[in-house]
């Protein structure tokens, strides 16, 4: 398994932007996709974003197409997800998680990721 240690959660406005990145150690990054999830009190984890191992491949929810953008630097072993046009119902615990499989076409499901980070967490007021 990898470790994942996510940042840049915080308190923003509605319309704000936020920045989240994770870096990932204990494997090699460059071969797994990367996923964003998050859970609000009460709810069920929900997939946000997913990126492929190249960054050729990426997924949106619905719910954030046109707003969050995911990307990668394998370089330096860390995934971003950038968060425009914040909204309340954004508000939520995100998670980073790093795919099961190398070099897999399925991330966008919580069993396609086989490790987690502990979260960071995203308000919004209205």
């Known amino acids: 398994q990898v470790q994942l240690v996510e940042s840049g959660g915080g308190l923003v406005q509605a319309g704000s932007s936020l920045g989240l990145s994770c870096v990932a150690s204990g494997r090699i990054f460059s071969m797994y996709p990367m996923g964003w999830f998050r859970q609000a009190p009460g709810k069920e984890r929900e997939f946000v974003a997913g990126?492929?191992?190249?960054?050729?491949?990426?997924a949106y929810a619905d719910s954030v197409k046109g707003r969050f953008t995911i990307s990668r630097d394998n370089a330096k072993n860390t995934v971003y997800l950038q968060m425009n046009s914040l909204k309340p119902e954004d508000t939520a615990v995100y998670y980073c998680a790093a795919a099961r499989f190398r070099y897999t076409n399925e991330f966008t499901r919580p069993s396609d990721f086989d490790s987690w980070g502990r979260g960071t967490q995203v308000t919004v007021s209205s």
């Open positions: 990126i492929s191992w190249s960054g050729g491949n990426i």
